[in-house]
């Protein structure tokens, strides 16, 4: 088991260029959402999506507003992490039916804990919350891309976009998201170089700070 995690995590890079006419399984593609659905998050509230696109003519024109990069367009599949634009208290009671519903426990009972997290939320400002949902997103994203190395597919997180254009061609603000990250997701095209380049990381005795 720690040789395939070290493996896979060797494997992985943040790929540059994607074979297009290589496409991940629909199998394989429900295990990557998946452990973006069962990635931890603050509260629990899981104050983002994750959007698939499956446009094409969509997909070429977020070439020209991803600083040129064509991962986005030859990528198997194209996922983006979008943050919810409310993250209010109504959400918070949907959040709490929820549980009832999933633990069968009474809403009484967890009426505190929700008014704990609509003062959370009323105590930060609207770019706040925005950060605080985008840090969900970039942890669940961390799932996604060890998910997939594990399956041997290739995965780019991508900050290098402009997230008002994402959210205009997209439409994504009709559907209360604000883009935060860029996931293509695909397999790695046999001419990318970057494939076979050492990965270049500090040393494990200067990542873990022993105190
Ligand atoms: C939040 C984040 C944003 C990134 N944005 C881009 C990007 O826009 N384009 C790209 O090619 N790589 C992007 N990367 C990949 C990093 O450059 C890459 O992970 C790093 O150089 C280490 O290399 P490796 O992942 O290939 O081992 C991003 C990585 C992260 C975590």
Partial sequence: MSNTITDALNWRYATKKFDPSKAVSDAD???????????????????????????????????????????VKDAS???????LNNVDSAYVDKFIDLTVKT????????????????????GMSAEKIKMWASKQAYIASGFLMETAALL???????EGFD???????????????????VMPVGYRATDDHHATAAKVRIAAEEMLVKI
């Fill in 29 to 71: 593609l429900k295990l990557i959402v998946e452990s973006v659905r069962l990635a931890p998050t603050s509260f629990g509230l899981q104050p983002f999506r994750l959007v698939q696109v499956t446009d094409p003519a969509q997909r070429e024109k977020l070439v020209a507003v991803s600083w040129g990069q064509t991962q």
């Fill in 77 to 83: 599949t194209l996922l983006v992490f979008a943050t």
């Fill in 103 to 122: 633990r069968g426990v009474s809403a009484e009972k967890l009426e505190g804990y929700g008014n704990m997290m609509k003062g959370f939320l009323q």
């Fill in 152 to 158: 041997n597919v290739d995965t780019c997180p991508m």
């Fill in 163 to 181: 997230e008002k254009k994402y959210n205009e061609i997209l439409g994504l603000d009709e559907l209360g998201l604000s883009a935060a990250l």
